[in-house]
C-alpha cells in the first residue's frame, strides 16, 4: 500500500476515535492532510471506501493483542489492556458504533463479527495458558468463559443496551471491577495473590 495512504488510513482512524465517524467528512480528511479533495478520491472511492478501508486495516491490524507473550504471562496482560484502554479513553467517541449500525449497517456487521471472533479466540487462549502456568484453575471451560466474555464485552458493557450509563463506560474503575470479578472465578489463589499485588501496584501508579 502507497505510504501516504496508509498514512491516512491509520490517522482517519485517530479521527474516527475522537470525533464519531458521522462527523467527519471528506472535506475534513482532506483538510487534517493538506491535500485536495481530489488527491483524497484518487486512494478512496467515497466516505464509505475511506470508512471500509480504515476498519479492514484495524481489523487486520488491532492497537492491543491480549495473547501477545510481549506484555507477560495472562494475568499481566489485563493490566496491558488496562493500559491500552486508558490511552484510548483519553479520545474516544462512544458514538462509533453507532454510526455504523445507522449508517454503515454492512460495516457495522463485519466489524461485529471480527470483535465477537477476536474476544473468543484470545479468551479461550488466554485460559488454556494460565491453566498452563498454575494461574487459573484446571477446570475450567475455555470455551464456555470465552462466550460469556463476548456477551460481557459486546453486550453489558454497551451503552446501547443502558446497562451501564456513558460516564461509567469511560471509567477506568469500571473496567478494573469487570476483571476483578472475572479474574477471581477463574484464577488459582497462586493467581488471585499475584492479581492483587499487579493491581495494588497499578493504583498507587494511578494516584501519583
Do not use: W
Given at each position: 500500500?502507497?505510504?501516504?495512504?496508509?498514512h491516512?488510513?491509520?490517522?482517519?482512524?485517530k479521527?474516527?476515535?475522537?470525533?464519531?465517524?458521522?462527523?467527519?467528512?471528506?472535506?475534513?480528511?482532506?483538510?487534517?492532510?493538506?491535500?485536495?479533495?481530489?488527491?483524497?478520491?484518487?486512494?478512496?472511492?467515497?466516505?464509505?471506501?475511506?470508512?471500509?478501508?480504515?476498519?479492514?486495516?484495524?481489523?487486520?491490524?488491532?492497537?492491543f493483542?491480549?495473547?501477545?507473550?510481549?506484555?507477560?504471562?495472562p494475568?499481566?496482560?489485563?493490566?496491558?489492556?488496562r493500559?491500552?484502554?486508558?490511552?484510548?479513553?483519553?479520545?474516544?467517541?462512544?458514538?462509533?458504533?453507532?454510526?455504523?449500525?445507522?449508517?454503515?449497517?454492512?460495516l457495522?456487521?463485519k466489524?461485529?463479527?471480527?470483535?465477537?471472533?477476536?474476544?473468543?479466540?484470545?479468551?479461550?487462549?488466554?485460559?488454556?495458558?494460565?491453566i498452563?502456568e498454575g494461574?487459573?484453575?484446571?477446570?475450567?471451560?475455555?470455551?464456555l468463559?470465552?462466550?460469556?466474555?463476548v456477551?460481557?464485552?459486546?453486550?453489558?458493557?454497551?451503552?446501547?443496551?443502558?446497562?451501564?450509563?456513558?460516564?461509567?463506560?469511560?471509567?477506568?474503575?469500571?473496567f478494573?471491577?469487570?476483571t476483578?470479578?472475572?479474574?477471581y472465578?477463574?484464577?488459582?489463589?497462586?493467581?488471585?495473590e499475584?492479581?492483587?499485588?499487579?493491581?495494588?501496584?497499578v493504583?498507587?501508579?494511578?494516584?501519583?
Amino acid at each position: 500500500m502507497e505510504e501516504k495512504k496508509l498514512h491516512i488510513i491509520k490517522n482517519v482512524g485517530k479521527m474516527y476515535l475522537r470525533f464519531g465517524i458521522r462527523s467527519v467528512t471528506m472535506d475534513d480528511v482532506a483538510s487534517e492532510f493538506g491535500i485536495s479533495k481530489k488527491t483524497l478520491y484518487q486512494y478512496f472511492n467515497d466516505k464509505a471506501d475511506l470508512i471500509s478501508q480504515v476498519l479492514d486495516y484495524y481489523l487486520e491490524n488491532p492497537l492491543f493483542d491480549l495473547n501477545d507473550r510481549k506484555y507477560g504471562n495472562p494475568i499481566d496482560r489485563f493490566f496491558a489492556l488496562r493500559s491500552h484502554i486508558i490511552s484510548i479513553l483519553k479520545y474516544f467517541n462512544n458514538n462509533i458504533e453507532f454510526d455504523l449500525k445507522k449508517h454503515y449497517p454492512q460495516l457495522y456487521k463485519k466489524v461485529h463479527k471480527a470483535k465477537r471472533e477476536r474476544i473468543f479466540t484470545s479468551t479461550v487462549t488466554n485460559i488454556q495458558e494460565g491453566i498452563e502456568e498454575g494461574l487459573y484453575r484446571t477446570d475450567l471451560d475455555a470455551e464456555l468463559i470465552a462466550k460469556l466474555q463476548v456477551g460481557r464485552m459486546l453486550y453489558t458493557l454497551n451503552t446501547e443496551y443502558e446497562i451501564f450509563t456513558d460516564s461509567e463506560m469511560v471509567s477506568i474503575d469500571l473496567f478494573d471491577k469487570v476483571t476483578e470479578y472475572h479474574i477471581y472465578a477463574i484464577c488459582t489463589e497462586k493467581g488471585i495473590e499475584y492479581y492483587k499485588e499487579q493491581l495494588n501496584k497499578v493504583q498507587n501508579e494511578d494516584k501519583n
